[in-house]
Nanobody, 114 residues
């Protein structure tokens, strides 16, 4: 079964940057929407950024700091995170959504702390 593999998390100081990557372990078909979500300790999972062929949406808390993008040739989705804040600390998950189902990554931890 095809899985999503995430990478790029880690520990970073406030104001720093990280780039998360999410790639499938095999070929996926009919994917129409890609997204990044996060879950902070004690909180519900929330949408961070989503991407379709013609729209991009961001949570208000990350606008102008985070950028979602996709490399079609690699079937990989990225989340560039700049000006990180302690409140961005969470486990980040990618999600690929298709006509007949969806896939979630295993999560990558991002910790923003001095």
């Amino acid at each position: 079964q095809v899985q999503l593999v995430e990478s790029g998390g880690g520990l970073v100081q406030p104001g720093g940057s990280l780039r998360l990557s999410c790639a499938p372990s095999g070929k996926m078909f009919n994917i129409i929407k890609w997204g990044w979500y996060r879950q902070a300790p004690g909180k519900q999972r929330e949408s961070v950024a989503t991407l379709t062929s013609d729209t991009t949406n961001y949570a208000d808390s990350v606008k102008d700091r985070f950028t979602i993008s996709r490399d079609e040739t690699k079937d990989t989705v990225y989340l560039q995170m700049n000006s990180l804040k302690p409140e961005d600390t969470a486990v980040y998950y990618c999600r690929f959504m298709g006509w007949i189902g969806e896939y979630w990554g295993q999560g990558t931890r991002v910790t923003v702390s001095s």
